[in-house]
């Protein structure tokens, strides 16, 4: 009873372990440019655990995309999940959420970036989550409400809200160099303001 | 004399082939996915010939990048280069020639984000070029004229400008989809129209 205890916070940990080196790796190098042996290496762990918590190297990217959309979903949601009834109020908690999540885990940017690249394992967008759709329904709601243009579907809508905020944070470390937190700042504001007057009717 | 004249054009064919063939490999594989010796494969000729003419891997994906840095200042150049005095005008043309040459060189946006995720390569941005100074400096003519908000920098109106067209390229796979041509006209006019309300003053 006290060894199984003992065992189970130990393997965690390790499945913990592995999974955080392999993130590391895989936004670093990419799927192709990542071995099991490194992430065993790096992670100081034998081949054979790796393969027994996880697998495979095609699982264990798996994985990590999926870590990496829980933690999206947690961090978009739990601030947003209640329907906002104002466009305004909307547009600053999506492009704040957003913005705020990719900036606070620039590996997850690059991992999405290299599943864009490795053709082959874009079998999961991250992006297409849960948070995906809720914006999607909320977007719909506001057009039913009267409070959204109606003539421009909610997916085109959607993909101009994902445009302003991820095309800048792949831009930016030219233009965010000098003065970056007032910078950021302000193209954040630029940013809600524009799709604001954009959007409403 | 005449077999000088016979050596150029069929020097200038190799060194063209071996470009094109180092453009494609690149943009499927990235720099460090591709190997000198997968480019002197697929081009059909020796390794020897393409260090004549290229030197190293480094130097000969230098030259990609300037060779596709070019066309985009060829493609958006000749058609803008003369300063639009209207915003409206000055807009509908930048979101059709940005978004027209990435479409039209998917290639080019491809190796765009390789050279974004292999950090070493990316001592040359192709998008900083004369054409972004440009694009800078009719912004910069339109903010004296009092056409455009002065609340903000040149630079953020430009990356905004920028983000609303690239991040629509990266995410638009999904949203593309279905009824291509007709979303991605939808998105333009959408695009541009949003970039209008929020610049103009």
Not at 123 to 148: C, K, P
Not at 154 to 162: N, Q, S
Request: aromatic residues 8%; hydrophobic residues 40%; proline residues 1%.
């Amino acid at each position: 009873m006290i060894r199984c205890k003992q065992k189970r916070p130990s393997a965690d940990k390790t499945r913990h372990t592995i999974l955080q080196v392999a993130t590391r790796l895989f936004a670093k190098h990419g799927f192709a440019g990542t071995s099991m042996r490194d992430i065993a290496q790096t992670a100081q762990v034998s081949l054979n655990l790796i393969t027994h918590h996880y697998e495979s190297k095609k699982n264990l990217w798996k994985q990590v995309r999926l870590n990496m959309a829980n933690k999206f979903e947690h961090f978009c949601g739990a601030k947003t999940r209640q329907e906002p009834s104002d466009l305004k109020m909307f547009l600053e908690r999506a492009v704040s959420n957003l913005f705020g999540f990719w900036q606070k885990h620039p590996e997850a940017l690059r991992i999405l970036n290299w599943q864009r690249l490795e053709a082959k394992q874009k079998s999961l967008m991250i992006t297409s989550g849960s948070y995906s759709l809720h914006l999607q329904e909320v977007i719909g709601a506001l057009q039913t409400r009267g409070q959204v243009r109606q003539d421009v579907d909610a997916d085109i809508i959607l993909l101009l809200i994902f445009s302003t905020i991820h095309g800048a944070l792949e831009e930016s470390s030219v233009v965010f160099q000098e003065n970056k937190a007032h910078k950021q700042k302000t193209y954040l504001q630029l940013a809600a303001d524009s799709l604001y007057k954009a959007l409403k009717t």
